[in-house]
């Protein structure tokens, strides 16, 4: 069984940093095939893509509203994921979720992924 599971999250000021981090483990799993992403969620609003990765590392996707400013990095050795979040801003804050798929392509698209964090919250005051 696959597992995500993040750390990072809290409460900054606006203009501060986190850095998210997704740890995956499971017997079959591995971080050098998948693609991956980083989702985010506020209340009343849809769930959208903020970065993304391909397998290699060679494609990244970036949302507009956070590109310059998040960073989506990944250290096969450790299984882990990274979202380094700068210059942050008030509507940046909402539930962050990593997500994992096996065909490595780094999509954008929720119903791609099969494998899901928690959700971490980052809470931005201002």
């Known amino acids: 069984q696959v597992q995500l599971v993040e750390s990072g999250g809290g409460l900054v000021q606006a203009g501060g940093s986190l850095r998210l981090s997704c740890a995956g483990s499971?017997?079959?799993?591995?971080?050098?095939?998948?693609?991956w992403g980083w989702f985010r969620q506020a209340p009343g609003k849809e769930r959208e893509c903020v970065a993304a990765?391909?397998?290699?590392?060679?494609?990244?996707y970036y949302a507009e509203s956070v590109k310059g400013r998040f960073t989506i990095s990944r250290d096969n050795a450790k299984n882990t994921v990274y979202l380094q979040m700068n210059s942050l801003k008030p509507e940046d804050t909402a539930v962050y979720y990593c997500?994992?798929?096996?065909?490595?392509?780094?999509?954008?698209?929720?119903?791609?992924?099969?494998?899901w964090g928690q959700g971490t919250q980052v809470t931005v005051s201002s």
């Open positions: 997500a994992a798929e096996p065909l490595g392509f780094g999509s954008t698209e929720s119903p791609a992924y099969n494998y």
């Open positions: 499971g017997r079959t799993f591995s971080v050098y095939t998948m693609g």
């Open positions: 990765i391909n397998w290699s590392g060679g494609n990244r």
